[in-house]
């Protein structure tokens, strides 16, 4: 013991907890806020009459998923990161705090709800992808599935120790764990429900079909940026840790680093994807520029221990700039209807992040570690929880359609989900365009246009 | 003296000091940014022709509460604490921050703006239940009064160790004394006010009149339950303690579980409201969702020291699930047009969870405490603040409308008060209809609906 | 060394670094997160045909200014403070960070960070003023100059030690030095660039173009309010201090009292803009209600260390209250349509609370301040701050319009700049009056009034 007596090393040690809690509640607070974010960013991309549906499945995700997390989805990731990685494990001790309810250390409970937050964060991603047309009790079903299978088993292979952990796979605070795995997720899911009505039309040209505000979407944007310092500054936990009895900074010492890049990463993103959207159009469109910062976020977010400066503008850039672009293929190219772009911000820029990892990770450069050495857990990463995701996510949806359950009826469709769904109109006294959408796939002027991108600014 | 020197027991005096002004300061931001949630909820379930009345009466409940609580409210609770406890209290002590401006201790301020977001909660409530129809001198009269006398009462009843307090009343965080207080002030004022005009029908049916806005109505929920984790989590005041001379973690040390508990109170009542809702309608109406996740909240709040999180989820699932049967009790027995439903959320929800302490406060189980012992002291208080709270309220709102200040004319309510009280309109660009409001009490298809429910979705 | 041993000193030093890191970052992101508050504050007063535009400049502000503010902004704040305060300076030290990027003490990137949430604050002022019609690249390029130069040789002058500072000129948040700068800066810019078409009738008389939006308008100025916690309680800086040796609770000793004042002058602020307009109007303008409140803000962010709360009231009243005053003075005398009243906010009221602290610094009376040695360095700062930013702010907006590329064209302006600039529309589904714009300059009855205020509420 490095104190004089027992009531000293006593005070420090409360002390340390006392500053740690303060530190990862508030950060967690301002994680489970990016619900807001979301709601408001994915609200703003969809049609007037399917904004009630949005906001509906933004609020059963947090409070449906929660639930299941709390439940099942914690344990689970404790068990598989034992099962995978070799550690010992307990399937009692991973459902102790189920058994228990008044037990836990005092961090207990804190610990879990700063991952239960990550959780939902990945959750509520998926929802954008399938929006307009999938029924709300699919959502509800796939969502109770990735709080309690998909998202904890990624969490298992990696975070808690599992096998890719043991490899060497280094995600700093979830770039590709929970973003790239939600971008994944809702990527797929999109895919098997189809695309929106009067989206793509038989000649192989594309509708675009713009959301009804852009005020929302530009909202949640910043609510989401908001947030995500607390996600990627709060993912450097610690303030203080206690080592071999004395109080140190403990993982605090580089968390400046952390701030910095972060900051610098989402303002390269957003001039990334508005130099390229500049570059194909003449016009800054300002859905690319605002999804282009979160996807500068969503890039630098598993590097952010390991990079410096030069770097998260670089990687920023990257990540922004790839947007437009594979926003572009996902829409031209695979023809699946990704309505809030949640494959281009989270997904693409995820994995771009991971793989940029040994590149760019330069607290890592040291006599042990080769480039090679850097680079194989990430690509094996990258490609475990590719696989994963998008086989998971297959198998649930495939199931829920063949079961009927995952679509809306063509008429539900058409009158919107808000109306089908939950018997409510999101703006009973602005008006709206009754021409929209009658189905027979017209483009009609100022709502859906022929010449793609987000919000049809693209004119290539 | 514990520690081995004048130096460090100093140091370690300002690192608790220093901790606990870092932790209240967030918590207190937190919980006066629940103001852009009430008014963004408030906001979006009235008409867009009052909703900068809506807006403008959010701004000044702050504006000139916050003023009167510092003026006149805070010294009242103490001063009602001790004349009704039977301890000493000194009415130049409970003023003497007026008196002596510079004086007062490190975290007198901290304690006094704590205390006072606290306040302008319960105050807020109020305006959504009148909304559409109160003139706007007469709504801050009565918040002057609110802020001056009707909440700092209850206050001293209770947290400031009046009678109540002595009998052993629990209420953690507020869940009775802001929540309860609020809602149940806002429910008599709706009843002494009388409901909008063609809110119901000689022939006793109901019709809806349905917000404006359901994105600012889910933007406002998602901003409280931000907030709210300020309200709940801060209340466990204290990272740090001074114990005999020794550092502790004082009330932190169950701060985990107020955070676990407070996450599944409003994720239970979430699903408990849409459970309700979709077994009444058919149909998960998103506002029972919105406002069942507030009243879980409501309902955890009271309790959230006390309760393991079993009995969180069961107590979020009734406090979600009583709110459409509670609003409709309000709407089709009682016809109060309470606009904003906040007697189900913050009044109903709060008193259920003041009384379902001694069946869930299992920490407070103990040897000394039977259950009717823990019982009395709720019952008594939940029924001298429910007396308390309406009959001062019922008396502020007869004397102002027995002076004609009460409601605008049929004139100004059928133009909407944006135009008669404030001179402007908040939607200049966005077309209204114009039947809407003509005063014949004849639904309007899409605006004003017969079938009941926050939003016309019962069927029943 | 006042601790009985190494380990001691080195785990108290941990300490105060770890808390102190906790309370800079996290208002930090609390100031970050008035960018939100901008961004809907501004869009929510212009017309829907502009407000993408208004969206993408907020956030082209905070990316590209930020990196802007990061590679040259705070090292020329530096050197201007060595060079003209007499201190020492190195170019090489002050740009240290780019050269080394994984140098720097534990906490230099986050105190780099803590100035760039202020400095991209005076920035994301000017676009409020010129919206409308400022051509996005003239806009860009402006704020570029800003983040590089303009506002950081004001910081140089005052708060990085240069002549202003010798001077003794106080300035405790930015009440002068970001929020005066900014709304001096947004006036001069208004002016050059000239008010928008219709705005000004040649009989002399004004047309009133009322914003969208009044309810993101509120929402915005709620979270400036929430944020303005984080940027005047914040500069309170560090919780703890290692006072020679000991640990001390340093400035936040007083970290209550600006808590208390903030809290007062921004309530008192909109109450004093509600009064005048009463009386002007007979009628409580929503808009004024709000920037008055945060008129208050600003006018009280300059003294908040050193005001007792009865100065703070009195403050808040003066800064609110000539905020209908200043803006009829703009838009009826100056005929600078200035659309945001950014002047009136920011400028005015950061100027008045500059002055008044001579009259209201209760702290800093003492026998060797006279009220006059109080009052010339404040008149002084605020003359060479308002010289040099208007200054350069002319020199910088008549180099761009010589160019021709201020100012879109009257083709652009009329059909708005959402499409002009950014191939967008904000609300495809919500019908927009097609009257409005046609450049005629008749008021049209709803959209365009002529009677002056903000909002049109104005009668005198």
């Known amino acids: 013991m490095s104190f004089a007596n027992l009531a000293l090393q006593t005070g420090m040690d409360a002390i340390v907890t006392g500053v740690n809690l303060v530190w990862v509640l508030t950060v967690t607070f301002l994680i489970f806020f990016m619900h807001a974010g979301f709601a408001m960013l994915e609200a703003g991309q969809v ?29 689970v990731s404790t068990i598989v990161g034992g099962l995978t990685g070799g550690g010992s494990y307990s399937i009692t001790g991973a459902f102790m705090g189920l058994y228990s309810p008044e037990a836990g250390s005092v961090t207990a409970w804190t610990d879990w709800l700063f991952g239960a937050v990550f959780a939902m964060t990945a959750a509520t991603i998926v929802s954008g992808a399938v929006a307009g047309r999938a029924k709300l009790r699919a959502y509800v079903s796939y969502t109770i599935v990735l709080a309690a299978v998909i998202y904890p088993v990624v969490v298992g292979f990696t975070w808690a120790g599992g096998f890719l952990a043991t490899l060497g796979f280094h995600d700093f605070a979830g770039g590709m764990i929970v973003h790239g795995m939600g971008g994944l997720a809702g990527l797929t899911a999109a895919w098997i429900i189809g695309p929106r009505m009067d989206r793509f039309n038989s000649d192989g040209s594309v509708n675009v079909i713009p959301g009804h505000s852009l005020s929302f979407a530009v909202l949640g944007t910043l609510i989401l940026a908001f947030g995500w310092y607390g996600f990627n500054v ?20 580089y968390v400046g680093r952390v701030a910095l890049v972060t900051t610098l990463g989402m303002a390269a993103g957003a001039i990334g994807a508005a130099a390229v959207a500049l570059q194909k159009t003449g016009k800054v469109d300002t859905l690319y520029v605002a999804n282009g910062l979160l996807a500068g976020l969503v890039g630098i977010t598993s590097i952010a221990d390991a990079i410096v400066w030069p770097g998260a503008i670089v990687v920023g850039l990257l990540a922004g700039a790839q947007l437009p672009i594979v926003f572009g293929f996902v829409e031209k190219r695979l023809k699946i209807d990704d309505v809030c772009a949640v494959f281009p911000v989270h997904g693409s820029a995820g994995i771009l992040g991971a793989l940029l990892f040994p590149l760019f990770a330069t607290s890592f450069w040291n006599g042990s570690a080769s480039f090679v050495g850097l680079a194989i857990p990430q690509i094996a990463g990258v490609a475990v929880i590719t696989a994963w995701t ?31 769904e939950h018997g409510v109109d999101t703006y009973p006294e602005f008006g709206k365009p009754d021409t929209l959408t009658d189905g027979s796939g017209v483009p009609v002027d100022g709502t859906v246009r022929t010449d793609g991108g987000i919000n049809g600014s693209d004119d290539e």
Chains 1, 2, 3 share one sequence.
């Open 47 to 75: 049609r007037s009459k399917n904004v009630a549906n949005q906001l509906t499945k933004n609020l059963l995700t947090w409070s449906v998923g929660v639930i299941v997390f709390f439940l099942a989805g914690a344990a």
């Open 234 to 253: 709060g993912t450097a936990a610690a303030p203080l840790a206690m080592d071999g009895g004395e109080v140190t900074l403990g993982s605090f010492s």
């Open 390 to 420: 998008v086989g998971a996510t297959f198998v649930v949806f495939r199931i829920i359609k063949a079961m009927g359950e995952l679509r809306v009826s063509a008429e539900h469709e058409r009158e919107g989900l808000d109306t089908s």
